[in-house]
Structures are given as structure tokens and as C-alpha cells.
RNA sequence: GUGGCCGUAGCUCAGUUCGGUAGAGCACCGGGUUGUGAUCCCGGCUGUCGCGGGUUCAAAUCCCGUCGGUCACCCCA
């Protein structure tokens, strides 16, 4: 048996691949006109930057991270997700002002894969650091509703919550602490666990789903400010049109967050895994990490998730493709420059195959149109056909370009 | 971490019940048409039957072990 990629990652080889840079060139572009830069953090951190960010008591850092220690026997960690490395990032440049940034790239989860979860996976998030403002909130997740739109990931929705602040949390916590003790007896061996380190978890606990169902929500408890925070998130979304539903369940699995808190559910077809994305406020992560106060929003989204919810791209992979008989090679691959620098996405085949070769070749690779360079070279001109239809015309070679725009 | 299903050609799989020469479709290459793809016809290439051991005259098939894949639970993207 020949070598295998590790259990829980994949290739991704075209034709499919053309949805992955679809997806990925359309985030960037996206991500540029609501104003956000591109940024790039490393792959790895310090393990501390996620103990700390992420929180002890979750899930991912529990068990799930890929952690070594270097040559010199620094633990670094895989990053699990984006968000921490980037506020480490913004903090150790100074956390000056507001930085509204974009990425793209792996994570790494250990984990048993399955559809949709993988251990190495790729997720397109970005941040808004620097504001506590309403806007920024709804910003992210209107940015996020309109890119899974445009992306085609079919019936898009908004779970929106509310999970307070240093004001109000603390009081929240208790009650449903409280609440939660009195039914200790009901909950599975993991909430019990979760219920100690962090007791609002256990609200995601789908096995105790029935039992918490009655259960305080962060909603019910929120301080003043707070109130009026989720208040004019959901003003700036209704005016933006981004339809959207309170979640009063809904906490996430990372520790970090506070006030807004929200997920995109999608009905991915052949995937258990319905969250295509997610995020939230983060008011109290920059210091968690040993920096000055930075508030923030910000999110993420699962790209190999959404490429399991999109169809397949069907768009021409090629402009053209240059064939040419026998004489009239050297031509063929002059012509091919000349088109490609011009912009057009233009391919031939490696080598001299025959004509009905070529073709096949071309219409393997998805191209519209296809040139023929033969006898008709010398008088300046080439056989141009559409590959749809099949009708072809001779041309001049300089009308090339001119009769391919017109396609 | 736990459970179900599955490992045979590049891909999807049949063949395993009841041991007896390793198969099909697709893909790929060539030809029909030495200047035309997608359709049609003809031909060709492709295998450590996941791996190791056992039983047997004989194992893809039966037995034991092992590795891998996949789906699902938990949780998340």
C-alpha cells in the first residue's frame, strides 16, 4: 500500500477544487469591499495563546488540540481556530485603534473525522477589533449571511443570542447553576463535568436538550447595557435585511465570548454537520491573553462545510484551447503567449498528439471555444470553433480575441 | 473515546452464501475519420483481491489477527 494522506485530511484536486477557489476568491473579494485587510497569523502558537483563549474547560482544548513540543521544548499548539492568534496578533503590534482583518486557512482539530469534520479543515473568518459598537456585531453577521447567499449554501439562517457581560454574567451564572444543581440527577456524566468548569455549557448538551430546555437563559438576565446592545444588533440587522432568529440555547463551545453570540445553519445534504459558521463578541479575550482591554467581534465560517452545501462549479475552465496539426507547432505555441497575456484562459497540450486527440482534450478540460492553427496559417488566419454548438469560422488571427469576447 | 458498515483495476462495484483459470461498467490510450471533441463502432492497457498468519491438493471466498477507509454519537466549522 502505497502512502496515504493522515487519517481525517483531504486532497482537494480539480474538478472540484474550482468550488474551493470560487469560494475562496469570492471571500476575498467580499471581505475587501466591507473594508476588511487581509491578514496572516502563524499556523502554530504558543499552546498558552489557546489554554488561554479558548478556555480550559472546552471541548477543544481538551481534546482536541495538536500539541509538541519543539527542539528547544516549547509546547506549540496547531491552531484549533483563528480568532485567538489573531487578537495575539493585534496585541503584540500595539493594539492600537481598529483593525478589521480578514484570513483564510487551515485548522487542526483532533478528532474522529466524519462528513464535514475533518481534522485538518479550512475556515474563512475575519475580526473587527477595537469597538464595542452595535454595528461592528451586526457588520460580521450580516457579512457572513450575504457571503453563504452568494455562495449558494441553500437555506441560510441566523441564530442570534446574547450571552451578557462581566455586569451581568455573573449573576446568570449562578441562577442557572443553581437551577442546574437542583437537577443534578437528570444530567449525562459529561454535563456534571461541564457544570463545575463551566456551567453554561452544559446548555449545548444535545443528550440533556430535553432537560435544559426550561432552563435561565443569558437573555432573561442581561444588565442594562447589554440589553440595549442586543437591541441595536438586531435594529442594524433588520434594517439590513438579514433575517435572523433568537437563540436563547445558543452558547458556542468557545469561552472566550460575551454578549453577542450567533451561528449560520445550513441544510447541508449530505452532512450530519448543519453549522456552516459562527461567532461573536469577544470583549474580554485580549486580556485573557495578557493584554490591555480590547473589545471585539468577529467570525467564522467552514469552508470544506459549504463546499459540501454548494453545487458543483459547472462554469467553463478554459477560454480556449490551441490544437494544431503537425507544421504548425511553434505557431500554436507563439498564439497560446499571445492569448494568455492577454488575460484569456488559454491551454494546449504538452506535446504533438493528433487532431481528434486534441479536441478531446479540449473538451475534457471544459474549454468553450477551441483554435485551430493549420494551412490556413499562411494566409494569416485559423479555424475558431464553439465547442457548445459546434459550429466553427475561419478568422483572421488578429480578429482571435475579438471573436472570443463575443462568445 | 464509543458504535455500525466497508476494503477486489485509476473510479464505482459484482464475485464471498456453497473454496476450483480475477470480472463488468466508467475512465484512459489507439483506430474507424493521417484536419475536428461531446454521440456511435472496433481494439488495447490496468490487479501483492488492504496486510500477516492458519486450514486445504487448491483461498478474493473459510478461520484468527492486524491496518485502513467511511458513516454516526459526543462536540464543533
Redesign the pocket.
Known amino acids: ?1 502505497s502512502l ?1 494522506a493522515p ?1 481525517g485530511t483531504d486532497d482537494i484536486l480539480p474538478p472540484h477544487s474550482r468550488v474551493w477557489r470560487r469560494l475562496l476568491s469570492t471571500w476575498e473579494s467580499m471581505a475587501e469591499a466591507y473594508g476588511y485587510d487581509l491578514i496572516m497569523v502563524p499556523f502554530f502558537e504558543s499552546t498558552e495563546v489557546f489554554n488561554r483563549g479558548v478556555g480550559e474547560s472546552t ?1 477543544v482544548v481538551q481534546k482536541q488540540m495538536y500539541t509538541f513540543e519543539d527542539k528547544k521544548g516549547r509546547s506549540l499548539t496547531l491552531r484549533p ?1 483563528g480568532t485567538a492568534g489573531v487578537v495575539r496578533a493585534f496585541i503584540q503590534a500595539g493594539a492600537q485603534g481598529v483593525m478589521k482583518v480578514a484570513y483564510s486557512g487551515a485548522m487542526f ?1 483532533y ?8 481534522r485538518q ?1 479550512y ?1 474563512v473568518g475575519l475580526e473587527y477589533l477595537g469597538t464595542d459598537a452595535a454595528d461592528a456585531d451586526a457588520e460580521v453577521i450580516e457579512l457572513g449571511y450575504r457571503y453563504l447567499t452568494a455562495t449558494g449554501v441553500p437555506d441560510v439562517t441566523v441564530q442570534l443570542n446574547s450571552l451578557g457581560d462581566d455586569e451581568c454574567r455573573p449573576t446568570y451564572i449562578e441562577a442557572l447553576r443553581a437551577w442546574l444543581e437542583e437537577r443534578r440527577g437528570l444530567l449525562c456524566q ?1 454535563s456534571l463535568r461541564t457544570l463545575e468548569m463551566n456551567p453554561m ?1 452544559v446548555l ?4 440533556c436538550a430535553g432537560v435544559v430546555a426550561d432552563a435561565p437563559s443569558p437573555i432573561d438576565y442581561l444588565c442594562e447595557a447589554c440589553q440595549t446592545h442586543l437591541s441595536e444588533v438586531r435594529s442594524r440587522l433588520d434594517s439590513a435585511g438579514v433575517p435572523y432568529r433568537l437563540a436563547p440555547r445558543l452558547v ?3 469561552d472566550y465570548y460575551t454578549r453577542t453570540a450567533f451561528e449560520y445553519v445550513g441544510s447541508a445534504l449530505d ?8 461567532g461573536g463578541r469577544y470583549d474580554g479575550l485580549a486580556e485573557l491573553l495578557g493584554g490591555p482591554p480590547v473589545p471585539g467581534v468577529g467570525l ?3 469552508v ?2 459549504i463546499a459540501l452545501s454548494v453545487p458543483d462549479a459547472v462554469d467553463p475552465a478554459l477560454d480556449v484551447f490551441v490544437v494544431n ?1 503537425d507544421r504548425y507547432r511553434a505557431e500554436a505555441r507563439a498564439l497560446l503567449s499571445t492569448l494568455r497575456a492577454t488575460g484569456i484562459r488559454s491551454d494546449g497540450l504538452p506535446d504533438q ?5 486534441q ?2 482534450a479540449a ?2 478540460r471544459g474549454a468553450v471555444a477551441v483554435i ?1 492553427v ?3 496559417w499562411e494566409s494569416g488566419q485559423v ?1 475558431a ?1 464553439r ?2 454548438d ?1 459550429s ?1 469560422v475561419v478568422i483572421g488571427s488578429e480578429e482571435i480575441v475579438t471573436w472570443l469576447k463575443s462568445l
Request: net charge positive; proline share 2%.
Open positions: 500500500m496515504r487519517k471541548e481556530e482539530r478528532e474522529q473525522p466524519q462528513a464535514g469534520r475533518r479543515f475556515q459529561d455549557r449545548d448538551c444535545k443528550v458556542r463551545g468557545l452532512a450530519a454537520q448543519t453549522a456552516v459558521g459562527g467564522a465560517l467552514g470544506d462545510r496539426t498528439r493528433s487532431l481528434k486527440a479536441f478531446k473538451d475534457r485551430v493549420g494551412d490556413e479555424v470553433k465547442l457548445d459546434g466553427q
